[in-house]
């Protein structure tokens, strides 16, 4: 902008402080009164003060400095205010999760971490470390867990100031090829978890997520799987609660507004309107349903709202495995169905279903799920083929655990199905290449160990008695060493495969002994350790007194009795007896 230009005055000096008229000569530089009294006649060209009014743009440019100082000074105050998380914050971080493509504004933490403290500013990883980590959990790990998607849009940066321990937890689900650094930093989530959770009270989406995240490859942490997972699992239903994702009220705590406008907001607003909201509530769902295998406290109603939300995320279905989550869904809603028929209870979750309405409902739910893979060409999705391949021994599999329910399932002709679907599940897992097979999530291993154990539970039961191939004794054996020889080639000093490993070989050797019937020592496998010559394990050394350890016989009876799993005791269990055979 250019100066402002003065014109010289009217008048002249003498006149001015004369007080009197001045009257310019044409074409001269003096007035007529300086030229008649021969005086030197001076025009000043300095300006008059400025008594006009601002400009517009000198006003404007005023309030804009006035805002910038307003807003530095708002920032300086709130780095040493405590946070209060509102409800509508916790909307708009859900929202960015989804919708940040859509171009909306970063800004200040949503959950008022400081990130001068967090795991990169204390040098434990670099920012690219963690792009390349969270690469890799958005191409192999992601797929294999749908409940959690983080956009592409999203990188490091971002994620470490608005989703802090979301990112802390992904990065510490991509660390399996080092299991050290990743049992160090399973230790800052659980410091993350107390101070936020615990101490500070915060519930938020940030937390929700990460803790999804945490507890779907939590069998990476298996020392403490068994004492940590389902507390974990019930902090993620109190934050469900407490955001109120859950509109039918089975998961919901109501807020008190301060008026119907505030409470409009909240409904309009909420983050179960958002997508991330309600995929967070089905993979709650799902994780407590799929734990309930073990923990049957973990069972959640299956509400209104949760139909809903599978099935508007299908209809919008902004990534391809948001199709599939309706598949996840109803599949544990057909075992709760099942598990109602076969103990008598009719609850209205059964939708007037009979035995053989619900085994129909089981076939056709394998072949709608199978037709939509290969349509989307996600066949290499194997956490979801597995469950699919898996259906009858979910649904059915528990009837296992009651004598009257297995002679039941022997009439309906049931039994080949369930046989079928645990052998099937087992060989797909065989067959899942070693690189992929260590992203999969603690519920395909869930999946894994419960048909184990049904295929273990069927050879004991019917083995001898009746012409089933799969539930003979030398193959479940031969499935049983190629699966400690496959997971084997992975396993370190003492890692999870190291552990998946001895516990497959200690439910071998007790089989082993127990359908054999010999005397201990006697038995196919000694605890000399026996080489066996069969396809897929020819060659391998089974080492069978490595298994024996913190895995006694009376656990593995107490497991297959009841099918539940037990995590390894302090004290080795006193046996009940053998398991009887009945044809």
């Not at 955001?243 to 607003?269: A, H």
């Not at 490993?501 to 496998?525: D, F, I, P, R």
């Amino acid at each position: 902008m250019r100066p402002r230009q003065y014109q010289r005055r009217q008048a002249c000096d003498r006149c001015i402080q004369l007080k009197v008229k001045c009257v310019p000569v044409q074409d001269t530089r003096s007035c007529e009164r300086c030229t008649r009294l021969c005086h030197s006649c001076i025009f000043p060209e300095s300006p008059r003060p400025n008594s006009h009014r601002k400009s517009r743009l000198d006003a404007l440019q005023e309030q804009v400095n006035k805002l910038v100082a307003e807003l530095d000074t708002k920032k300086d105050s709130d780095k040493h205010a405590p946070y209060q998380p509102s409800k509508n914050q916790s909307y708009v971080a859900a929202n960015k999760l989804h919708h940040h493509a859509q171009g909306r504004p970063e800004g200040k933490s949503i959950c008022g971490a400081d990130t001068d403290q967090d795991f990169i500013s204390r040098g434990l990883f670099t920012l690219l470390e963690c792009e390349e980590l969270l690469a890799k959990f958005r191409a192999h790990k992601m797929p294999q867990f749908p409940f959690v998607v983080v956009p592409t849009q999203l990188g490091v940066p971002t994620l470490r100031q608005e989703f802090p321990f979301l990112l802390l937890c992904i990065i510490t689900a991509s660390l399996e090829h080092k299991p050290s650094l990743q049992h160090l930093m399973e230790h800052e989530v659980r410091k993350v978890i107390a101070t936020r959770l615990v101490i500070n009270m915060e519930r938020n989406m940030d937390l929700l997520l990460g803790l999804l995240v945490h507890v779907a490859w939590y069998h990476y942490h298996w020392r403490t799987y068994h004492t940590q997972v389902y507390m974990l699992l019930q902090m993620a239903i109190m934050v469900v609660v407490a955001l109120g994702l859950d509109k039918d009220g089975n998961l919901r705590m109501q807020t008190i507004p301060l008026d119907r406008k505030d409470m409009d907001q909240v409904e309009e607003q909420g983050d179960h309107w958002t997508s991330a909201g309600q995929r967070a509530l089905l993979g709650c769902y799902y994780l407590c349903l799929k734990s309930s295998f073990f923990r049957r406290q973990l069972i959640i109603r299956r509400t209104e709202w949760i139909e809903r939300c599978t099935t508007m995320l299908g209809q919008k279905a902004e990534y391809p495995t948001d199709l599939f989550l309706k598949t996840y869904i109803d599949i544990r809603s057909l075992a709760q169905i099942s598990q109602s028929l076969f103990e008598g209870r009719v609850p209205s979750s059964t939708q007037g279903m009979n035995l053989q309405q619900l085994f129909g409902s089981t076939e056709m739910q394998q072949n709608r799920t199978e037709h939509l893979l290969r349509q989307y060409d996600l066949w290499d999705n194997w956490a979801l083929r597995m469950e699919i391949s898996a259906i009858s021994v979910l649904v059915l599999g528990h009837a296992l655990g009651r004598q009257k329910d297995f002679f039941q399932l022997r009439d309906t002709r049931e039994l080949s199905s369930l046989t079928s679907s645990a052998y099937n599940t087992v060989t797909i897992f065989l067959t899942i290449p070693s690189t992929t097979f260590v992203h999969l999530p603690a519920a395909s291993y869930n999946t894994l160990r419960y048909s184990l154990m049904v295929l273990s539970k069927l050879s004991l039961l019917f083995g001898r008695h009746l012409d089933i191939p799969e539930i003979s004794k030398d193959n479940i054996r031969s499935l049983g060493l190629a699966l400690v020889r496959k997971i084997g080639d992975l396993s370190q000093d003492d890692d999870v495969w190291a552990n998946c490993k001895k516990v497959v070989g200690s439910m071998l050797l007790w089989l082993e002994n127990t359908t054999s019937g010999l005397q201990h020592g006697e038995s196919g496998l000694s605890s000399q350790g026996t080489v066996y010559s069969n396809e897929g394990t020819r060659g391998h050394n089974t080492e069978p007194s490595s298994w024996q350890n913190g895995w006694s016989a009376g656990i593995w009876e107490q497991m297959l009795e009841e099918l539940t799993w037990l995590g390894p005791p302090a004290e080795t269990r006193v046996s009940t007896g053998p398991l009887s055979s009945f044809s």
